[in-house]
């Protein structure tokens, strides 16, 4: 029995180019296939994940700072108490308080303490002219009594028995009459002298008086109030504008400035970090003056200008530092901050969601609006997590991953 052949029909080459064709399309609709269902789960995925934000203190606030002194004492020109005669401390020279520093001399002063004088000594004569009219007086005055004495001897050795005698008596009388009279009248004359005198001597005392005052004058000198370290400018000595001798203290403090934007922050007595910008070291200080009224004056009274308001504020640093250091104040801001897409609010209630172990737990929190900022009150402690990007779809208890 014969074994019939039988052979394969081959595909023609119409037919391969056509199948080839499809199986590339084939391959091509697996790729895309492929490609969006992992974009799906790419998406599905992203759209599970949050971020977190760690609850921490707010950042703290940096001003810029310059060591200045503590208290400045100036002294200008003053030209009412005539020319500087003498500076009488020097550049850098550290004094006690009560120290002298500058001493006037005034010429017009000079003169009037002339003319004082020769006024006195026209005063001085008049005393003199009146002691000696006083004295005369009182020498008058003793003649009259001698007089008065020797007619009442003669009255008493007259003999009033004889005819002799009567008329001596008689004499004598009138004489004691006449002199009696006379001392009554000089005693007014003593009276008057004696006033003339005092008023001469009162003349006199008060041009005394009037030229001690005057030329107390003459010369003038300044004292310092406080103690510390003299700068001299000799520029000063006729130019009003400039001081002749400032004394600044030893003691330092730091002037830095803020803006009106974080004014509100500052306090009297908060304590703050001086960092000093030529060592990189640090040390403690404290807020101790605080200016309310702002450095550049245009921005008050001017609500259409656009200018920052800036306020000097002066800082106390735990040592005394070189005048002139630069320096930042770090102002610790003492609070935790929710930024306002951090929570979720229901009427008067806020929530946010602490992550815990891979899942969220729904937190009521207190919280405070202030300058646009929501301040933590309640609620939650430092360190903890939340999700900083909840949505509708987040609940209670979730499982989320987070970035």
């Known amino acids: 029995m014969a074994k019939e052949k039988t052979r394969k029909k081959r595909l023609t080459k119409k037919q391969q180019i056509r199948l080839s064709i499809v199986a590339g399309v084939i391959g091509l609709l697996a790729i895309v296939l492929a490609l969006i269902y992992s974009q799906t789960q790419k998406n599905a995925d992203e759209n599970q994940r949050y971020q977190v934000l760690t609850i921490q203190k707010a950042s703290p606030l940096i001003f810029k700072g310059t060591v200045a002194a503590e208290r400045t004492e100036e002294f200008y020109y003053d030209q009412s108490k005539g020319e500087i005669s003498k500076i009488l401390v020097e550049n850098g020279q550290e004094i006690e308080q009560e120290t002298k520093l500058l001493s006037y001399d005034n010429q017009t002063v000079q003169e009037q303490v002339t003319e004082q004088q020769q006024t006195r000594e026209k005063l001085s004569l008049e005393v003199n002219s009146a ?110 504008a400039v001081p002749v001798v400032s004394i600044i203290s030893k003691e330092t403090i730091i002037e830095a400035k803020a803006t009106e934007y974080d004014y509100s922050r500052l306090k009297e007595s908060s304590s703050v970090t001086i960092r000093l910008l030529h060592n990189d070291s640090e040390m403690k200080g404290s807020i101790t003056e605080i200016n309310p009224l702002p450095d550049n004056s245009e921005a008050m009274g001017n609500a259409t200008q656009s200018t920052i308001a800036t306020y000097t504020f002066k800082v106390k640093p735990a040592e005394n530092l070189q005048y002139g250091y630069n320096c930042q104040i770090v102002l610790p801001i003492d609070e935790f901050r929710i930024p306002e897409q951090s929570f979720i609010s229901t009427e008067d209630e806020h929530y946010v969601f602490v992550v815990e172990g891979g899942k969220v737990r729904k937190t009521l929190v207190e919280l405070e609006e202030k300058d646009g900022l929501f301040i933590l009150k309640e609620g939650l402690e430092e360190g903890q997590k939340i999700i900083e990007n909840p949505d509708d779809q987040l609940s209670d208890g979730q499982e989320v991953t987070v970035e």
């Open 131 to 240: 002691q000696q009219n006083l004295d005369n007086a009182y020498v008058k005055k003793q003649e009259f009594q001698d007089k008065l004495d020797t007619a009442n001897s003669n009255y008493k050795n007259a003999d009033e028995a004889t005819p002799e005698g009567q008329v001596i008596q008689q004499e004598e009388q009138a004489k004691i009459e006449q002199y009696k009279e006379a001392l009554s009248n000089q005693e007014t004359q003593i009276l008057q002298a004696q006033q003339t005198l005092d008023a001469a001597y009162l003349d006199l005392n008060n041009a005394d008086t009037s030229i001690e005052n005057t030329e107390n004058k003459v010369t003038t000198n300044i004292l310092s109030q406080t103690g510390g370290v003299a700068i001299v400018n000799q520029q000063g000595k006729t130019n009003p």
